[in-house]
């Protein structure tokens, strides 16, 4: 599959790139998908949920009432959690719920949701770019000029600049991430890919990995 390369502010550079085959042209595996952004939404999970069970109350543990002879169930406990203020039953403790998945998986993950994009035709290819400081408003250009301002973009590029990342990150539904940060999750919740012209090759790199 061939994309044209543009530069940022949308001119065509008469240049092409060749999406390999062997990431961008597999057959999407859903299940792999299925486990990569679980594992991922998963790991996002800060796990200290707590309440608070009978034992941790502070109350009386003076009994009630009398066992037998009032007419109504036997109550111990002011802590029980039958009554109002009491401790509850079989409550969320702190939790990790991160959970190991292979490496081959997550990489056909990608591969699969990379492919779906492709299918899609929702990737576009700039010439490599950065700004001399960082500009929100020439960030917000480049999307305009690529047509894609509104919609939700995900921009990888090959290494870390951070003139491009404090440019696009107080805009909404835009992220800027790098090809080695690439993930699963990110990728399909985008609605268009803008990949750097070096990134791809990196990508390639990364993925065609054994």
Known sequence: MNVAVVTYNGEDTGR????????FGIEPNDHAIYLDVKQYLANQRQGTHKSKERAEITGSTKKLKRQKGTGTARAGSIKSPLFKGGGRVFGPRP???????NK????????????????DKCINIVEDFSFEAPKTKEYIKMLSSLSVSDKKTLLVLSESNQN????????????????DKLNTFDVLNADNLILSESSVEKIDNLLKKK
Request: proline share 0%; net charge positive.
């Open 164 to 179: 491009v990342v404090l440019s696009g990150r107080n805009i909404q539904n835009s992220k800027v991430t790098t090809a």
């Open 16 to 23: 092409k790139v060749t999406l390999s085959k062997d990431i």
């Open 95 to 101: 939790r990790d719920y991160s959970f190991k998945l």
């Open 104 to 119: 081959k998986l997550k990489q056909l993950a990608r591969k699969s949701a990379l492919a779906y994009k492709a299918k």
